[in-house]
């Protein structure tokens, strides 16, 4: 494999030499609408910003369209996406079942409100059989949505108010979620800490914190807090880090002794690793499981999933009496989002579609570790099917606290400059690759890798 990738970065670099104007990337090009967008975006969003996330300073661009592996800016230059929509875009962009079944379902209504509709039964019937844990669903309209409504449902089954996740990662925006995601400082286990203003102290005494990866701390601080603690919530591979053989049955068997809902955050993982995400890839079967991303087939909607027992305590006609949790949300069930969910569904169901992605993944790897070895970067790439990272380390990282051991102000550099050359990277975070990269998307992200590489180093 490493052959062949070689023998593929040869081929690109053939190509540089003939060609010496980039294809791919952005190389100062700007036009006078993308930057009147970013005046205007300036002006009227806070830090110029949708959200969380701005790129810096000549790496930023504004999003005009995509086609499958690739999109385009205002500017109309040219990138390969491997950040694809923060994961959701798992079957590429703009593909064409996913126009029809949202053009189709636009046609006949937009929403109703989340009362029953066709399409959200009809997806409930189509996924649960690949969801292990799944003997009831209920969906909502993102993953933060997901992990605060199952952390609800395990406070109301279990009585219990605390909430333990680990180090590093990464559950959405609420509060419960927003501690120790990506802790500048280092602290004692299991004191979290929060990632932002605003969240108030009862809730960080709410949360507690353990490494990943480590049974042995987890063991220890259950002994101690177990019978206080509703729910362990776990990313059965924590942004980037896969899990040692063994550490998701040990939170498995851990939670059972001490009557913790175990939830298995798979909003990255579900419909990702399998159409039986986590769960199957892993062989687990935690309480509840959670979803987001690629189950909306790129539009808003997620899922709790689990144990009758649980889920039943959201049974509307209980409503105002012991016992009822309250789950619900104006868009949930959205008709759009299922229909699309559904065409995603029969895109993943085509055999062999896996084996394919895993192995151009692989391919992906081999092939950027070789171009990084011939400029003796020290950079690493790592990960586990669909999914990529890089650092400046040579072991691949088991927790949190070796991902802040590495240089990562270095890799932020590297990572915009991977940017300019046209390849969409998450800046310091894992990325993903869709089932509609090609064998060419390949060849030209060696060669823009290269080009990376060789500006890096002049600088
Ligand atoms: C594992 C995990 N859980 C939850 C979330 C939150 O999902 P959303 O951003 O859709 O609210 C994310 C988002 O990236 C995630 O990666």
Redesign the pocket.
Known sequence: MVEAAARTRDLSQARIAIDQTPAIGRHGRTSNQERAEFATAERLLPGGALGGNALPGDTRFVFARGDGSRFWDSSGNEYIDYVLG??TMFIGHAHPKIQKAVSDQVARGTHFFAYLNEQAIELAQRVTPYMRCAERIRFTT??????FHAIRLARGFTGRAKVLKFEGA????HDYAQLSTAPKQSTNFPTAVPDTAGIPEVVQDLMLVAPYNDVETLTSILAEHGHEIAAVIV?PIQRIISPKPGFLQAIRDLTRQHGIVMIL?E??TGFRYGLGGAQEYFDITPDLA?Y??ILGGGLPV?AVAGRADIMDQANPSNKGQPGYVYQNGTLQGHPLGCAAGLATLDILEEPGLYDRVFAMADKLRAGLQSVFDDHDMGLLVFGEGPMWHMLFTDRVPQNWRDITATDTRKLAAFEAEMIRQGLFVLPNNRRFISIRHTEQDLVDTFEAADRACQTFKGH
């Open positions: 923060s994961g993102a993953g933060s949505d997901s992990t990464y559950h959405g925006v990313e955050d909003v990255v959670t987001g991303k997620g």
